[in-house]
Structures are given as C-alpha cells and as structure tokens.
C-alpha cells in the first residue's frame, strides 16, 4: 500500500514538474550520512590546542562544537578565539572540578571558594562581551556505574553555587549543560526551568536513567528544557538509546514527538578521545537513520543553532 502512495506521488510530482523528473527525496540513512552536526557535548582537555578540534570537526562534517569544557589546558574562550563563532564555549566545568578534587561535594555548594569567586567575576564579563553564552558540563548526579568513581557526587540542583550560574546565564539569555540522573527527580528540573525561563537548561546525555516518557513529560512540562544525545551508543558501553541494531523502542517517537528539543553530543572523554570519528559515525549509522529527515536536521544542527545563536 505504501508502495503505491509512493509511486502515486512521485507520479504527481512528475506531472506538477511539467513532466521533469523530480530530483529524488534524499532517503534518512543518506542524510544522517552526510548532514552537518552540531556537537553539543564535545569535550576539551588534553591540551591538544585548536588545530586538533577543527581538524576532528572538519574531518567529520561537525561544523558547530562545544557546549562543554572539561579540562584545565584547553581554555573554552581561548579555542572560541581561535575557532570562531562555530565554536560554543563553555565555562565552569574545570573550576567545578578543581573544587570537587580540593574539597569533595560538600565544597561545591560552597560559594565563597575562591575558585567559585573568580568564575563568577569572568563569566559576568564574558557574558557581558558575548564571548561565552553558557556554562557545562556541570555534574550534579553522576552516581552511576558510568562514571569513574573518583568523580562521582550527587548534591542538590538547586545549591547555591549552580544557582548563581543559572542566575548568570538567565541574565544574559545562555545555557547551562547539567549532568544529573533521573534518580534525583525530575521536581529540582522543573522548578529551575520555571525560575530561570530565559535559560536554556541543558540535560547532558539526555537525563540518565529517564525513560522516553518521563522525558516526554519533562518537554510537555517545560519551554526551556532540551537533551544532547551523547554517550547512548556502544562506545560508551551505554547502549541506552540505541546501539548497532538501530534505535531502541520508545526512543524514536519521544524524538519525533519533540524534535524541537533534542540534540547531538559525542562526550569524547575518559579514554574516548581519541575515537572521536568514531563516535560521530555510530551516531549517523545506528542513531540518526531511524528519523525523519526534517527531524534529523533538526537534532542534528537545527534546534543548537536556533537555541544557542549559532552562525550558519
Ligand atoms: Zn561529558
């Protein structure tokens, strides 16, 4: 039956192009092969210096990158200087860290760190000159057989010293990329999207532990709430969203359903760094096909562009 829409269509298409042939409908599986990304999870930290990050990029069509730091030796603002505008800086990961590794979780609910002071006075300014829009990867929850145990903690959202950068960005109309687990709630989420409406509140590989449904309710719930799609696939063990099969069920149509809120990351980091092409592949072979192809503009660059302000 669909066979004969199809033909029918095409059929009609002829006609209406005055008996032309119509240029054929690019097929999903083509466009997630070559569509450009928007990397929304695209760690820095070894200190490799720009020309690494535009050659991965280049290499594998990712024309927009950032969302996250992740390091000390490569700065965010400094690699925007040296990338341009297609890259997304990041900030306050690195001081989250350095607090952490000094002063365990209790410290990071701690404002008056020194650390904590000077982040803060930057990012004023930076926001304030536009050079910096947001700040990620924040962990707020990774309790998780993911991550590395000496990284892990589980401490409130809504501390004081996240809620000064939501403060900040809500300011100045940014993001803050979060990495938290479903098994914190999705209440401390709500309550910060609906205080901070002018930020885009970032969930780092789509909210761990959340099922379909629980994010679909989150969106319903929400106008600034989104999820990046990195470390979902088999190289990071996680298998979650989708793995060499294709997509896994329910995932498709909560994407579908609110195309206008889902992202692309790769989270190349702890070991991964060096695999970036193929974490990008995995993405466009098991992941991206199983969309629509406006759907797969869409999460592929559309919605970080329209959300972040980013150029073409
Ligand atoms: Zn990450």
Not at 21 to 48: C, N, W
Not at 193 to 220: D, K, M, N, V, W
Request: hydrophobic residues 40%; contains cysteine; glycine residues 10%.
């Amino acid at each position: 039956m669909r066979r004969v829409f199809g033909l029918l269509a095409s059929v009609l298409l002829i006609l209406a192009s005055g008996g032309m042939l119509p240029v054929r409908a690019q097929s999903s599986a083509e466009l997630a092969r070559t569509v450009p990304i928007a990397d929304m999870h695209m760690h820095l930290g070894k200190g490799y210096g720009p020309e690494h990050y535009r050659a991965q990029m280049e290499r594998n069509n990712v024309r927009w990158g950032g969302g996250v730091g992740g390091g000390p030796k490569d700065d965010p603002v400094a690699m925007r200087a040296a990338l341009g505008p297609r890259y997304l800086p990041a900030i306050g990961q690195t001081e989250f860290f350095a607090v952490f590794f000094m002063g365990g979780a209790a410290a990071l609910s701690d404002p008056d760190r020194p650390q904590f002071k000077a982040l803060f006075e930057r990012a004023e300014r930076e926001f304030r000159a536009g050079t910096v829009r947001g700040f990620g990867e924040i962990h707020i929850n990774n309790v998780s057989r993911f991550s590395p145990a000496g990284i892990q903690r589980k401490i409130p959202l809504e501390s004081p010293v996240v809620m000064e950068m939501f403060r900040i960005a809500d300011k100045h109309g940014g993001f803050v990329q979060i990495h938290t687990s479903r098994n914190s709630g999705l209440e401390e989420i709500l309550r910060v999207a609906e205080r901070f409406r002018r930020t885009r509140l970032i969930l780092s590989h789509c909210l761990p532990g959340a099922g379909p449904a629980e994010l679909a309710e989150l969106f319903s719930r929400t106008k600034n709430v989104f999820c990046e799609l990195s470390a979902q696939g088999p190289s990071h063990g996680v298998e979650r969203v989708y793995d060499r099969n294709g997509i896994k069920p329910g995932w498709r149509e909560v994407i579908v359903a609110h195309a206008d809120r889902f992202m692309l990351g790769t989270d190349p980091c702890c070991g991964l760094e060096e695999r970036y092409d193929a974490l990008v592949s995995e993405i466009r072979e098991h992941l991206l096909p199983a969309l629509p192809p406006a759907v797969i503009r869409k999460v592929a660059y559309e919605n970080a562009l329209r959300e972040f302000g980013l150029p073409r």
